[in-house]
């Protein structure tokens, strides 16, 4: 085999040295520097000729640097000769703008797909896309990873009484019944209407919640308003408790302010992104091994999806 070499880009770097502590491979070398006025500096400090090269970077906050340090690395390791190079993205970033819902606005995923493939990298993993049709935006083979992998066992650890799936919105329900199909539960919708971007609410509940233990699934959580919301309503109608798994922890602005005050009793979250705060209501999993081990069957071509089978 030609062998194969990970390298991180500076928003995950533990992330990174964890997933190369799971496959038992050094973290390879290389320097990220800035010019004065912010231009990035990527030099590959190690031979990569002919070899498979993983890079692993998240592209969220600040989210255009960095996307700009995966691309100049990706064009640094294209012009030293790799023999493949896959964009391991534990965040997708911009995947929010996956269409025009409104008039003369970008489709900004695709944008960034395009720039995936223009810098040269030949394949992407990920977890959690916003919206699973963004893989169409790409023409390289895209491995969009399940959360509900690492959520599932948790959730069966805390032996709740009378646990029910929850969807956030309409646009979450297939995401919310391929948890309560993995659990073997019911599930209920929280249907909500949002007036502009980061701020939601709550109209209705669509399911019988009394009594219930709620477990509220979502892709990612932002500024923790819709979830907060959600914990609320949810309660007035007679929930026990409202527990949350979100696979990306963006929690930006008023997060932490939300949750800490909110009803919301757990939050659980990946370490897909590096948190900027902390809670005492937040749980963090790690997504590190299952990312390794697609790392190992990417490399040895064997097939990814026999793990969520």
Known sequence: MRGYKIFSGSACTEFAAEVCRTLDVPLSKASVKRFSDGEINVQISESVRGRDVFIIQSTGAPSNDNLMELLIMTDALRRSSANSITAVVPYFGYARQDRKAAPRVPITAKLVA??????????VVTIDLHAGQIQGFFDIPVDNLYGAIIF???IRSKNLSNPVIASPDIGGVARARYFAEKLGLDMVIVDKRREKANESEVMNIIGDVAGKDIIIIDDMVDTAGTMVKAASALKK?????VMACATHGVLSGKAYDNLNNGELDELVISNTLVLSGQSDKIKVLSVAPLFAEVIRRVYHNESVNSLFS
């Open 152 to 154: 599932e066992e948790y």
């Open 114 to 123: 395009d720039m995936f493939e223009t810098a040269g990298i030949d394949r």
């Open 237 to 241: 109608r007679g929930a026990t408790s």
